[in-house]
């Protein structure tokens, strides 16, 4: 199946309706975190990876039409440190 742009604009805009605040929130979250830990040579793209992971889950779960919470993104973090 292969969407035109306009209509990935579209579905894009369907499945964020109601919550752009939330997506844009774990967004910026996700920058200002991973931005500085790239800078640490071997924790820092560790830490790093597992944070992507999470914020990856939590676009996904929010383009599934699911509501996720902004903790999935650390949910990894936890379980790496267990």
């Known amino acids: ?3 035109n742009y306009a209509a990935l604009r579209r579905y894009a805009r369907e ?3 109601g919550t752009w605040g939330s997506a844009a929130g774990v967004t910026l979250l996700f920058l200002i975190l991973v931005g500085p830990l790239s800078y640490i040579p071997f924790w820092g793209i560790f830490m790093s990876g597992t944070i992507t992971i999470g914020y990856t889950l939590f676009i996904l779960k929010r383009f599934a039409a699911n509501t996720p919470n902004w903790a999935i993104c650390f949910r990894n973090l936890k379980a790496a440190f267990i």
Do not use: K
Request: charged fraction near 15%.
């Open 1 to 3: 199946m292969f969407l």
């Open 15 to 17: 499945s964020l309706r």
